[in-house]
């Protein structure tokens, strides 16, 4: 990223020599992507993120069918940057949006799919791994019965990718897959839509004909180096290794589960090897949060995002907590630093932690 922020300060839109130096890379490192996707270059769109992503595969499909079909679907389970442009559309723009169960596990079910699909329907979209719980969805599956239905379809792998087993992008079945590279080591503030050929979502944002008239705005080009290199690293040897983080998560499941009133919400099969997730009766995130941050303990509660508010998690509601149990998801997640006597520390405190949070009584 450092030459794109020390001296090569070209816009790849411009016709001079700088700026066509800053086209070169621009297109070369779309060139690296479309390589380790195994698809087109053409069929990838740098975006700003996660969110970015899954608006433009959303709003985007969507409208862009709004003549064929006014029928969406989308899971229980989404991150919001999923659930709020679908019910935006479903609010302002005349669609109706079908919201799929999950089992206990956050699993949807490839036989609801087939049972929601309707004629109308123009898009369906699950993700690929949930961020709150870590639960895996059968994405592959669920991308054939919409491919055999002529349906399109999307998936958020932010989660997903630098996690588990990647070969190309084609193996999700989907139309539509949204990246978000800080979730596998590239810079924040970066993202991709791999969409594919020849489907054309209309734009989200207007202005120049960047990005394949699919995205105007000048490319962010640090970002896009740092998140092509994270691909290119990551993806394919995921940077979260499952061998290494399979120990390091049982012990923590099983000092977590180990705590009077404590619930582990993350299933054990199908679930990323990075994430714990419990919730704990008689408490509430932000008081547990906040307890494991004084002993130097970085805790979520649902999705980063949403950290700080106290909205019990959709999450945790659509698996069938009460409500007082969603507001208390606690979220540990494991990266290719964390260190057995990291996770050793974290079960010394949790149970003290909780405590506290409860006023005492353990
Ligand atoms: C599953 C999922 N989708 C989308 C996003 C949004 O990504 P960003 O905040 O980078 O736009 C996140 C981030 O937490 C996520 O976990």
């Known amino acids: 990223m450092l030459p794109f922020l020390e001296g090569e300060f070209g816009n790849p839109s411009s016709i001079h020599h ?3 130096r800053a086209r070169a890379f621009l297109d070369d490192a779309r060139d690296r992507v479309a390589r380790v996707f195994a698809c087109k270059p053409s069929e990838v769109i740098f975006t700003s993120g996660g969110t970015e992503s899954n608006n433009l595969a959303v709003l985007g499909v969507a409208r862009r069918f709004r003549d ?73 599956e669920l ?22 087993p990647f070969v190309d992008i084609h193996q999700f079945n989907a139309d539509l897959v949204s990246v978000c590279a800080h979730k596998f080591h590239g810079p924040k503030g970066a993202g991709a839509l ?20 699919l995205r105007a705005g000048t490319e962010n080009l640090p970002v896009v180096a740092g998140m092509t290199s994270a691909i290119e690293l990551f993806l394919r040897t995921p940077v979260f290794n499952q061998e290494t983080l399979a120990p390091l998560r049982e012990r923590l499941r099983t000092a977590v589960g180990a705590v009077p009133g404590v619930t582990i919400r993350s299933p054990r099969n199908e679930c990323l090897s990075n994430t714990v997730s419990f919730s704990v009766k008689g408490c ?18 649902g999705s980063a995002c ?30 290719r630093e964390s260190t057995v006597e990291e996770v050793q520390s974290v079960c010394s405190v949790l149970s003290v932690v909780i405590k506290r949070a409860r006023g005492g009584e353990l």
């Open 194 to 213: 791999f969409i594919r050929s020849p489907l054309l979502p209309d734009p989200i944002l207007f202005g120049g004909g960047h990005e394949n008239e």
């Open 306 to 335: 949403s950290a700080g508010s106290l909205e019990p998690s959709h999450v945790l509601k659509a698996i069938g907590c009460a409500a007082d149990e969603a507001n208390s998801l606690v979220r540990l997640s494991l990266g």
């Open 143 to 164: 991308g054939a019965i919409c491919r055999e239905r002529g349906v399109v379809f999307h998936t958020d792998a932010a989660q997903w990718l630098g996690k588990e």
């Open 68 to 140: 064929k079909g006014r029928h969406i679907i989308t899971s229980a389970v989404e991150h919001h940057a999923v659930i709020h442009p679908c019910e935006y559309l479903s609010k302002k723009e005349g669609f109706e949006l079908t919201v799929l169960p999950v089992d206990g596990a956050g699993r949807v079910s490839p036989d609801a799919l087939r049972k929601a699909l309707r004629p109308d329907t123009v898009l369906v979209s699950v993700m690929a791994a949930n961020n709150e719980i870590g639960t895996v969805q059968p994405v592959a």
């Open 18 to 20: 700088v700026g066509r």
């Open 284 to 301: 509430d995130s932000i008081a547990l949060l906040a307890g494991l941050d004084l002993e130097g303990v970085c805790a979520s509660s």
